[in-house]
T-cell receptor, first 112, second 111 residues
Framework: ETGVTQTPRHLVMGMTNKKSLKCEQHLGHNAMYWYKQSAKKPLELMFVYNFKEQTENNSVPSRFSPECPNSSHLFLHLHTLQPEDSALYLC???????????FGPGTRLTVT | KNQVEQSPQSLIILEGKNCTLQCNYTVSPFSNLRWYKQDTGRGPVSLTIMTFSENTKSNGRYTATLDADTKQSSLHITASQLSDSASYICVVSSRDDKIIFGKGTRLHILP
């Protein structure tokens, strides 16, 4: 266990659904990240939060909406997704930006 | 442009054999380089971290090297085991907090 948990582990949703992914870290870290991992592609950084403030948004479509209510929790709200959004979504945290990241187990998302 | 290139893309070896994975980068200004192991369906787990002044670092049967002049790193796995089957990802961080991931090397260990 890395100290980073993600729920749900698997999610199947239609293109008109609204769902949320949850990430929680018990490490006292100040930075949290959302990544997308598609087959045969490197990890794609989506969002970065540092001390609850969003510091990076890598041109992610607005159908993905992050929320960081406190330094221990991170959400990714999903709505009107496309089939090409099907991927493994990984959450990570680190003590500070650029420090070692600890990853959660990921949520396997399938959009039908 | 900040890039991290890994080779080979995929590697198959017999259990007990050694192997070496390569990582070349163009990230600047360089801060550190990490190797992660990612089992199928799981999040990556850190194996080693190396800063500019470190040439070699070991973690059990894993030994990472770093040549900051040529901007190359390698991950050597000794006496491979079936549990070493995974993707190995090279990640380079810059001093301005950019994090660049390689595509990974998919390693298959055959019994």
């Amino acid at each position: 266990e890395t100290g980073v948990t993600q729920t749900p582990r698997h999610l199947v949703m239609g293109m008109t659904n609204k769902k949320s992914l949850k990430c929680e870290q018990h490490l006292g870290h100040n930075a949290m990240y959302w990544y997308k991992q598609s087959a045969k592609k490197p990890l794609e950084l989506m969002f970065v939060y540092n001390f609850k403030e969003q510091t990076e948004n890598n041109s992610v479509p607005s159908r993905f909406s992050p929320e960081c209510p406190n330094s221990s929790h991170l959400f990714l709200h999903l709505h009107t997704l496309q089939p090409e959004d099907s991927a493994l979504y990984l959450c990570a945290s680190s003590r500070e930006l650029s420090y070692e990241q600890y990853f959660g187990p990921g949520t396997r998302l399938t959009v039908t | 442009k900040n890039q991290v290139e890994q080779s080979p893309q995929s590697l198959i070896i017999l259990e007990g054999k050694n192997c070496t994975l390569q990582c070349n980068y163009t990230v600047s200004p360089f801060s550190n380089l990490r190797w992660y192991k990612q089992d199928t369906g799981r999040g990556p787990v850190s194996l080693t971290i190396m800063t500019f002044s470190e040439n070699t670092k070991s973690n059990g049967r894993y030994t990472a090297t770093l040549d900051a002049d040529t901007k190359q790193s390698s991950l050597h796995i000794t006496a491979s085991q079936l549990s070493d089957s995974a993707s190995y990802i090279c990640v380079v961080s810059s001093r301005d907090d950019k994090i660049i991931f390689g595509k990974g090397t998919r390693l298959h260990i055959l019994p």
